[in-house]
């Protein structure tokens, strides 16, 4: 959408291609953006007294604060106009009396100062011609990476039942040296995805300046002609690997016509070969297929005495971005909302996390990683914890809660028994009493709350009788101790409560025996 801010990681990674002195037309084309576009950030950037180091230090919040565009309306070009009329010309030149003069009289009609009508017949030839050409393209070395998942699937044998189990065929190929990856996966998620694309970058020692997938639900959220919405794990491992993503159009196999060559010889020379076999472990699997795409890779080119292999050492290796030094890890992303309790829910582990009281009630986002949970307010990190799958758990910080809440962290079993051997032993007796009432020490605290704050009412003696008349009822609970504290019993003599019968029930008819209740 036009005048809409660009997402953080294009951003950022417009920052990185400035720094490695890529022209405007470079970037624009990497990144899908238009060239004015491009301009408009550098022109906005290059205002501040920071280098493209710093700014790419910068947290995504001062980052866009700085990368801010001032809005101005979108007005369509002539040409966009015109374009905008030729599918709906196509269909009615094929109705009878319907002439190119006729529909640019109506244009004309419409838009008095657009075209003539032989550019108005000109622009609409070319129009026809680009639909049918097909342009054969030049891959520069180390430029793309073209991916995508076979539409045949390999299969595992279980060892116990002798089940089978389809698993995903991941295929990369380089568009210069056309130096193939190949990889078996159990499935085809963002996880799968990214774990695929790392070992080929791992596979050819490098990284190639962008990368081409399919539109799969792992790489693009929202397909779109100009400006597809990326994952953002995916625009994550793209900004670590200081790599571009440019994914195909919707059906429009041509712009990956390579990979999809490559998965038709990957069946006539990884799959025909593996027919027969039986594999039980996805390892096992992928070690025959890395053989198989090995001697693949050492064949030579049909007609020629050198093979992919060499191709790709002599030339393209070394054109190839150096592999980060550290291990990429994923990040998933999950939008919440912080809670009364100053806690947001992450619903995958439905375990709750604490943030500042002062963003109760405002929207959060979630990162989170096999290890850390780290949460954002605009940008900002707000938060950061250490992850834990413990379902319906919380995970606190003292700090984030108000003042008046953050006692209630010390409440544990300790906590009301130190309290009450302050107070007497007949106290703390009758505390330890409550506390193993219940199945969870939790559920029992405001009891013990309520039966120790009594001291203050009623001072330390009297309350120290009243737990001890309790005891010998020998049901504690806090409504009894209040009840004998109201109505002053605490000092009468103890007695037990209840005297048992010492004589035998009479017989009588409406009596039942044992023998009812088998």
Known sequence: MANRRKPMPLIKQ????KQSGYSIREMSKRLAISRNTVRGYLRQLEKQALDWQQLLQLSDGQLAALASLPAKPATPSPYQLLKERFP???????????????LWLEYKQQFPDGYQYVQFCYHYRQWKLSKQVSLRLEHKAGDKLFVDFAGTPLYLVDAHSGELRPVAVFVAILGCSQLTFVRAVMSQRIEDFLNCLSQAFTYLGGVPAAVVPDNLKAAVIKADRYEPHLNESLADFALHYQTTILPARVRKPKDKALVEGAVDIVYHRVYAPLRKQVFHSLADL???IAQLVEKHNQ???????YSRRQLFEEREKPCLKALPTSHFELKRYYQ??????????LSEDKHYYSVPFRYVGLPVKLIYTA???EIYYQYERIALHSRSLSKYGYTTQKEHLPSHHQWILKWNPEYFQQWASRIGEQTLLAIQAILTSRQHPEQSYKSCIGVLSLEKKVGKDRLEKACQRALAFGSVSYRLIRSILDKGLENLPESR??????HPLVDHENIRGKQAYQ
Do not use: W
């Not at 064949?299 to 005495?305: A, L, M, P, S, Y």
């Not at 409560?497 to 010492?502: D, Q």
């Open 88 to 102: 709906q010309m196509e269909q009615e030149l094929t109705q009878p009396g319907v002439s190119r003069y006729q």
């Open 497 to 502: 409560p209840f005297i048992l019968a010492t």
């Open 14 to 17: 417009l920052v990185q291609l």
């Open 286 to 288: 992928n070690a025959a």
């Open 371 to 373: 290890t850390t949970v």
């Open 336 to 345: 919440g909302k912080a809670q009364k309790n100053s806690h947001v829910l």
């Open 299 to 305: 064949t030579c080119f049909q007609g020629r005495d």
